[in-house]
């Protein structure tokens, strides 16, 4: 994720390849940089809710499963600082700063720390 980030160039067909990719179902993203299950952290502070996740192109789309025929939602990572972080009964949690105080900050976890390494 912090090579999402932190992208090297800028164009803005990237609005278009978005909005593109969102209508789309995760596996038919062709080739994203990482994919499957998350958990994110929820209003409460022991609240972890599951989502497919695809990142590509410095999204992160959430859908609410693999058999979604679109995503959810999304976030745009360019701007963001990514850290680890350890998270209540989470082993480690990657967090996810954003540029600006007036954006949320994310954290995301996977099941085990080998499928945590987006």
Not at 37 to 52: E, F, I, K, T
Not at 74 to 97: C, D, M, N, P, R
Request: hydrophobic residues 30%.
């Amino acid at each position: 994720m912090d090579k999402a980030a932190h992208p090297i160039h800028q164009n803005h067909v990237w609005e278009d390849v978005t909005l593109h990719n969102s209508s789309l179902p995760p596996l038919a993203i062709k080739n994203p940089k990482c994919l499957g299950l998350l958990h994110q952290l929820d209003r409460g502070p022991d609240v972890w809710v599951q989502h497919y996740c695809v990142l590509k192109d410095g999204c992160l789309y959430f859908y609410f499963s693999i058999r979604s025929t679109q995503a959810s939602g999304g976030l745009y990572l360019q701007g963001y600082k990514v850290s680890e972080q350890i998270h209540s009964f989470k082993q480690s949690a990657t967090e996810l700063e954003p540029p600006s105080e007036e954006f949320k900050t994310f954290y995301f976890c996977a099941e085990n720390r080998t499928e945590n390494q987006w």
